[in-house]
């Protein structure tokens, strides 16, 4: 069964700065989700990773696949950026195994 | 293109009840996932299934089941409802099955309280 870690499990920024989520886990993968969740429940998916970098914005994820391990980076991070950040991995052909998710405020 | 749509969105059950949920996902989306996510434990993988059959099913007992008519909608099923059940439960629809390198597309939730 993979663990999957993440940190920080809290975050809190000011406007501008720029963010790194990190997320880890023990076994290998297939695909690595970044997730974002709003107060509320909604939940979107920000990347879907199986190697190298994505760019979307001002988000960028990238995976290391031999470290087994991905970061999730927020540049000029603003207030509506403020949400839950859900590292979720895939092995095979195994349902998703989540992290806990990493708290970020941004504050004006 | 509508979203995924998860129907009740809210539900009160009481102990030893039983509840069904549904979701219908992406028109065209093949393939749909459940989740449970509580405040203790996070989230975590129910089931899946792609074009009728379970595709691979999380560590739950089973109290919760899950099936998928021909026109991709899903349902999931809880038995005998425990105060622990209390949850918000989330579908999740993509093109791909399980494995593929596809994104998944979430709906609301249904948010299950079990007196």
């Known amino acids: 069964k993979n663990e999957v870690e993440q940190s920080p499990q809290n975050l809190t920024a000011q406007e501008g700065e720029f963010i790194t989520i990190n997320c880890s886990y023990s076994?290998?993968?297939?695909?690595l989700h970044w997730l974002q969740q709003h107060p509320g429940g909604g939940i979107v998916s920000l990347f879907m990773?199986?190697?190298g970098k994505k760019k979307h914005g001002r988000l960028i994820a990238t995976i290391n696949i031999q470290e087994k391990h991905s970061s999730l980076h927020i540049t000029a991070s603003h207030p509506r950026d403020s949400a839950v950040y859900i590292c979720?991995?895939?092995?095979?052909?195994?349902?998703?195994?989540f992290g806990k998710g990493t708290h970020l405020i941004i504050q004006p | 293109k509508a979203g995924v749509t998860q129907t009740p969105r809210y539900l009160i059950k009481t102990r030893g009840q039983q509840v069904t949920l549904s979701c219908s996902p992406i028109s065209g989306h093949r393939s749909v996932s459940w989740y449970q996510q509580t405040p203790g434990q996070g989230l975590q993988f129910l089931f899946e299934?792609?074009?009728?059959?379970?595709?691979n099913k999380g560590n739950f007992p089973g109290r919760f089941s899950g099936r998928q008519f021909s026109n991709s909608r899903s349902e999931m099923n809880v038995s005998t409802l425990e105060l622990g059940d209390s949850a918000l439960y989330l579908c999740?629809?993509?093109?791909?099955?399980?494995?593929?390198?596809?994104?998944?597309?979430f709906g609301p939730g249904t948010r299950l309280t079990v007196l």
């Open positions: 979720a991995v895939r092995g095979g052909a195994d349902g998703l195994t």
């Open positions: 299934y792609f074009s009728e059959t379970q595709r």
């Open positions: 076994v290998g993968i297939s695909a």
């Open positions: 999740a629809s993509s093109l791909a099955p399980a494995g593929g390198s596809d994104t998944q597309y």
């Open positions: 990773l199986s190697s």
